[in-house]
């Protein structure tokens, strides 16, 4: 397992600890560890996570994965630990991952204020030939994009197509300047739109 350990760090990067212990009677140590820096360990240091907990349990599952963790100097950790038995189902190690996402809960924290939006606003959309569009009409275009989950860029046109059949079956094309307005988040003419209704409403005939 100690190939493992080294490769795994490689290939996982500076912030992301891979710390190999050995368990038995007597010892319960590290045996090989990449990237000791994120929790300041190395080979020798005890067994101090929630591994050690288990083993105390005599815990008969195999993994503990995915549980916020904390290092001594603070960081937050999200870790992993996997339980290595012998034949006899005895636990004789673990392999444990320990990955810093201090940076990424900050980033997290500043795309989210980023990217922040009052919801009480109502878009509003003004130009020659365009009136302003009503609530009803931008909460149902609002609501079924925020449940699609997917920025209108990324979308090809087998998911636009979906987002118009989804407010067909809501009435939103009964509402006035609904074409114009779905075109303009879509990103496209209103033709298309028509062309995307045509083609909904002749694949739902019997």
């Known amino acids: ?13 500076k912030n992301c600890e891979v710390a190999l212990h050995e368990i ?6 590290i045996v090989a560890i990449s990237n000791g820096h994120v ?19 005599d815990d008969h599952s195999d993994h503990i994965l995915n549980y916020k963790n904390k290092s001594a100097d603070g960081k937050t ?16 190690g673990c392999m444990c991952i320990n990955i810093d996402i201090s940076e990424f809960m900050i980033a997290r924290k500043v795309l989210e204020e980023f990217t922040s939006i009052d919801q009480n606003e109502v878009d509003h959309f003004h130009g020659t030939g ?15 994009l925020d449940d699609f989950g997917k920025p209108v860029a990324y979308m090809n ?32 003419s209103r033709y298309t739109i028509y062309n995307y209704l045509d083609e909904i409403r002749a694949n739902n005939q019997p």
Do not use: W
Not at 1 to 13: A, E, F, R
Not at 40 to 56: H, K, T
Not at 168 to 179: E, M, S, T, V
């Open 1 to 13: 397992m100690i190939p493992v350990v080294h490769s795994l760090g490689k290939t996982l990067g």
């Open 157 to 188: 046109k087998e998911e636009k197509v979906s987002i118009v059949k989804n407010l067909d079956n809501q009435g939103a094309f009964l509402i006035k300047g609904a074409i114009d307005y779905v075109a303009k988040i879509l990103c496209v």
């Open 77 to 92: 950790l999200k870790s992993s630990t996997m339980m290595l038995r012998d034949e006899q189902g005895k636990i004789i």
């Open 130 to 144: 365009h009136n302003r569009v009503n609530d009803v009409l931008n909460t149902l275009v609002t609501n079924t």
């Open 39 to 57: 929790t300041g360990r190395s080979v020798g240091s005890p067994m101090v996570n929630e591994g050690l907990e288990a083993v105390r349990k």
């Open 24 to 29: 038995n009677e007597s010892v319960k140590t």
